[in-house]
């Protein structure tokens, strides 16, 4: 089980995107993730009739290392450490470490 999944909110903890906040679009492999409006590049596209497809320059996220971004905690608006319970039927949840609040049920 990853501590971080599609659709949570983070933030960035370290980069040129220091600070921003956003949410996982799609975790790529085991340590990478992309966020939205995190961690844009600009991307030169040629255009292609066959698909209709226009040229020019588009903006997309590109993948960032899981260590450089952290969870945040809702209840009090700041990054937080993600731990594993155990939950009394037998169900593993994650929780974050400072409140102990369940993430997922």
Do not use: W
């Not at 659709?7 to 799609?26: H, L, P, Q, T, Y």
């Not at 698909?51 to 996220?61: C, L």
Request: hydrophobic share 35%; charged share 35%; net charge positive.
């Amino acid at each position: 089980m990853n501590k971080l999944k599609k659709g949570d909110s983070v933030i960035v903890i370290s980069g040129k995107d220091k600070g921003k906040k956003g949410e996982i679009i799609k975790v790529i492999e085991p340590d990478k993730l992309l966020v939205t409006n995190i961690n844009l590049a600009k991307k030169h596209v040629k255009p292609n009739p066959n698909k209709e497809e226009t040229g020019g320059i588009i903006e997309r996220e590109m993948p960032l290392h899981i260590s450089n971004v952290m969870m945040l905690n809702p209840i009090t608006k700041k990054r937080d450490k993600i731990g594993f319970k155990k939950l009394e039927d037998g169900k593993k949840v994650r929780v974050y470490k400072s409140n102990k609040e369940v993430i997922d049920i």
